[in-house]
């Protein structure tokens, strides 16, 4: 994918245009309040574009998934829209619905440098899913409501919903919006041209989610410190006793065979700290190698030797791609192996780096830590699927320059 050749959001004329603009809102809510404004400030040079050029900004996102009707209440932008205003400082036209006479008069008496913001687009899931599966009609629907579009959501750029693809498949003229484009640009570094060393750290739960960049990463990086959950099927694939720890039992053949193609270039966990259960308060420590994590116990989190063994890693890199956090962070008592290597990579001098995963940011976020990026990814699965190599429908679908 040549991001050079996708039209940007400069490339559009936007004075007196209904210019659509996909937005991710997916914001983490708690007792109906924002418990992290991150992405609503992400969205804002767009918008801002959008408004200072004169466009008419019709603005929609996602938020969360809705299953069924039960679901609308707490799934509602409504709380999203209060939020942008205040970000905004200006008013904000809000229809309460994804389709119908309402939205469509309201996006007829809108002048020029308004805003409007409709409802959840996955509210048109209890609908057969027609935003996650891209119903043509849906999609057709909603082109039908603007002039141009731009997609600024790289959090589901990875997906072809009727909100991305649906719309960019069926209007005059798209682009990427500047939060597309600055995610597109600071992951192509890592893609295409890599500055050596090149040290990726990958970490969190689930292998299989993760097989794909693990994969090519071991292809490209020169060293790939595997850390997390993620971690014991590796440990277990080299036969070590790994007590109760998150495993993938189908992978561990697929571990194995990484572990002898690769085995100069992953760097495993040397010792853990280990609980029977998340909120023990209690570490215990298993300072051995090989490796024993005791009965009963799971580990959580990497422990003094393997934190050393990291930043010795990590020492002169000018590359560092960073997804998955090395404990379970969630839990003050094992929060230290990823606290740590993000003060290291805090000091490395002129590396590049990114952090990409809902939970790796967080954690970062949450323990000070944001600063020592070079770039921080809005996209979890969309950023692995673009460090895969893939090409991601989102984008794929938006026009040439
Ligand atoms: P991201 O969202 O950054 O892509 P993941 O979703 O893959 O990361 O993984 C994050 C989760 O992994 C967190 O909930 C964390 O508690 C969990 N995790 C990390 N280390 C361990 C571990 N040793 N055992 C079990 N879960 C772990
Ligand atoms: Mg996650």
Redesign the pocket.
């Known amino acids: 994918m040549h991001l050079t050749s996708k039209k940007t959001i400069d490339d559009l004329q936007l004075k007196g245009k209904k210019v659509l603009i996909r937005v991710d809102f997916n914001v983490p809510i708690k007792d109906g309040k924002i418990t992290s404004v991150k992405r609503i400030v992400s969205s804002l040079p767009t918008i801002n574009k959008v408004l200072e050029e004169g466009g008419k900004a019709i603005v929609f996102s996602h938020l969360g998934r809705v299953k069924e009707e039960a679901d609308k209440t707490k799934k509602s932008l409504k709380p999203v829209v209060y939020e942008l205003a205040n970000q905004l400082g200006r008013n904000i036209i809000y229809v309460d619905q994804t389709r119908g006479a309402k939205l469509e008069h309201a996006i007829e008496k809108m002048q020029d440098g308004e805003i409007l913001v409709f409802e959840n687009t996955r509210f048109e899931d209890l609908n057969n899913k027609a935003e996650s599966k891209n119903d043509p009609e849906l999609g057709k629907y909603w082109a039908s409501l603007g002039d141009v579009f731009i997609n600024d959501a790289f959090g589901t750029a990875h997906r072809a919903h009727a909100s991305n693809v649906g719309i960019a498949s069926n209007i005059a003229e798209s682009a990427m919006g500047y939060l597309l484009e600055k995610e597109v640009k600071a992951l192509s570094k890592i893609v295409h041209n890599p500055i050596k060393p090149f040290v990726a750290i990958i ?4 292998i299989s ?2 097989i794909g960049v693990v994969s090519s990463l071991l292809e490209k990086a020169d060293k790939v410190i595997i850390g ?2 993620m971690a014991y099927t590796f440990n277990k694939a080299l036969g070590f006793n790994i007590g109760n ?2 495993v993938e039992e189908d992978k561990i053949e697929l571990a194995k065979e990484y572990l002898e193609k690769y085995k100069d270039k992953i760097i495993l966990p040397v010792d853990h700290a280990s609980a029977t259960s998340f909120e023990d308060q209690e570490r215990i420590l298993n300072p051995s190698h090989p490796l024993q994590i005791p009965e009963n116990t ?3 989190d990497i422990d003094q030797y393997s934190i050393e063994l990291f930043k010795s890693e990590l020492e002169g890199a000018k590359t560092v791609l960073w ?3 090395m ?4 839990f003050s008592n094992f929060k230290y192996g990823t606290e740590a290597v993000a003060k290291e990579i805090s000091k490395l001098e002129d590396a590049y780096s990114v952090i990409g ?4 940011v967080a954690a970062v976020e949450n323990l000070g830590f944001e600063d020592a990026f070079s770039h921080i990814s809005t996209g ?1 699965g969309a950023s692995i699927e673009f460090l895969e190599g893939k090409e991601l429908p989102g984008i794929k679908a938006i026009q040439d320059k």
């Open positions: 970490g969190g739960a689930k989610d993760k997390g959950g720890s998150l799971m580990g959580l997804n998955g956090p404990g379970v962070t969630e995963g809902g939970d790796s979890g």
